[in-house]
């Protein structure tokens, strides 16, 4: 999840009638009818919220299991993240080995989201996992390359082979530094280590698509900065992913046109990775939410009925634009004591995503909100 200082500068809009409605003339290559095929949720906190003991409920009212409900609204692919170590215990290999298990029975995709970490990565920290705190960049081609095998190697050992795995989270400016953090504009040891990642994948299972994601829906420029970069350098994947937060990354035209350019500029399909809007501004612990605000975006008040169409409006931009999917960043993770948001302190923290989420405190569906093709 993308959590910046300041909102970097927007370009120009190019399209100018009712994105959101799904009505869109803008001046750009015409896209033939486009369904979203990757239809996605990211429930990384799910398994803590269920071993705690959090009901989920559907439209119903009736307890059910989260992933069942979710597929019920047209859910069908699911990203997990991984971190290396946590002190949680949570999102580890082996949690996640687990629910894999889990998302393939009910016959759902599943998405690896690798931050290469021991905690959160995202456009403003990108740590090192502790066990490779002191490698080089030379050892952290070889870390990567052997972790992301491990894990890939290890899920198709059981028979849920990942459908695509992303190497790095919103890897704006790299990942693993300060080693692969771009400086001066020299993308050299990020793709060194991307590279890694990618061989480790196609190694495991050449089927398995890769997605090199950043949280740049924001600006074209900030797109073609990064991907343009590392094209230079010889970096291969197979879908551009994107996160985009309205409150974040601006408006829903702009959106429409960071996707147009990446799909046509890199001749890649793209998706967006992460999206998510709140049903109320209210607070359900002791944590401060990430988002607060009544209305933060225009015309979409942080209401069931406005988080329902928000997210109706930005899959509809994607389809629009000709992006292949569209995945809700934790829906499932509703305020549920021990389930915080600091893995280093699980139990001692709260969540700031319990107004994001699309189950409400008591563990009820907003019924409105649908994931269409």
């Known amino acids: 999840m993308l959590r910046p200082t300041l ?6 809009a190019a399209a ?24 996605g949720a990211d429930v990384s906190s799910v398994q803590r919220a269920i071993d705690l003991g959090a009901p989920y409920y559907d439209a119903s009212g009736v307890a059910r299991d989260p992933l069942d409900i979710l597929k019920a609204l047209g859910v069908n692919y699911v990203r997990l993240r991984v971190w290396n170590n946590p002190a ?8 996640v080995l687990a629910y894999a298990k889990t998302v393939k029975a009910k016959g759902l995709s599943l998405l690896i989201d690798f931050h290469y970490s021991d905690t959160w990565a995202d456009p403003g ?33 059981q028979g849920t082979t990942p459908d695509s795995v992303q190497i790095g989270n919103e ?35 050449s089927g398995t698509k890769v997605i090199i994601h950043t949280a740049d829906a924001d600006s074209d420029a900030n797109m073609r900065w990064f991907y343009d970069g590392i094209t230079a350098k010889g970096v291969t994947w197979d879908i551009t992913g994107l996160s ?41 612990d ?6 607060s605000s009544s209305t933060p975006c225009s015309g979409y008040a942080a209401t069931w ?9 930005v899959q509809n931009t994607a389809r629009n634009a000709g992006a292949i999917g569209v995945f809700y960043w934790e829906p499932t993770w509703y305020a549920v004591a021990g389930n915080g948001w600091d893995p280093a302190n699980i139990n001692g923290t709260g969540d700031e995503w319990d107004n994001m989420a699309i189950f409400n405190w008591t563990g009820h569906i907003n019924p409105n909100v649908v994931w269409t093709p």
């Open 244 to 284: 985009y937060y309205c409150f974040w990354h601006g408006s829903l035209t702009n959106l429409y046109n960071v996707i147009v350019d990446a799909r046509t500029r890199y001749g890649k399909p793209v998706s967006i990775m992460e999206t998510a809007y709140p049903f109320t501004a209210a607070n359900a």
């Open 286 to 291: 002791s944590q401060a939410n990430a988002v």
């Open 305 to 313: 009925a406005g988080q329902a169409t928000e997210f109706t409006h």
């Open 16 to 39: 100018t009638v009712a994105v959101a409605a799904g009505t869109l003339t803008a001046p750009a290559p015409a896209v033939a009818a486009n369904t979203l095929t990757m239809r």
């Open 88 to 95: 949680s215990g949570y999102n580890n290999k082996a949690k």
């Open 7 to 12: 909102a970097r500068a927007f370009f120009a």
């Open 125 to 157: 920290k990108q740590y090192k996992p502790a066990a490779w705190a002191g490698h080089g960049i030379s050892a952290l081609q070889t870390d990567v390359y052997n972790y992301t095998y491990d894990v890939c190697n290890s899920l198709k050992a």
């Open 171 to 205: 890897i704006n400016v790299g990942m693993l530094w300060n080693d692969g953090k771009v400086v001066n504009n020299d993308f050299t040891n990020l793709s060194l280590l991307l590279k890694s990642g990618y061989n480790a994948t196609k190694a495991c299972n």
